[in-house]
């Protein structure tokens, strides 16, 4: 993953991913030229990046089903009287 120096939301993975290998934060558009020519010429740190973020996703895979499943359960607890089945 290649991505911009503003992001502000979402600090903590791409901390974690470029920990991990997985992620090139880029300053500007010519950083980012360098980084993709970098990239394309690069067979073996290609596949290296995408190794590493492919164990990162396959890590943190189960994050998004566990966040709709405690969805889930809280919008059921308070679900008006009858409608709890109404629409799973």
């Known amino acids: 993953v290649l991505h911009g120096p503003h992001m502000m939301n979402f600090q903590q993975i791409t901390r974690e991913m470029a920990k991990e290998g997985c992620a090139i934060q880029v300053a500007d ?5 360098g980084a993709v020519d970098q990239l394309l010429r690069d067979q073996a740190l290609r596949g ?5 973020g492919t164990a990162y996703m396959d890590a943190h895979a189960q994050v998004v089903t566990d966040l709709a499943g405690r969805i889930k359960t809280y919008l059921k607890d308070r679900a008006a009287p009858g409608q709890e ?3 799973a």
């Open 29 to 33: 558009t010519a950083a980012l030229a």
């Open 85 to 87: 089945n109404a629409s």
């Open 48 to 52: 290296q990046m995408v190794a590493n």
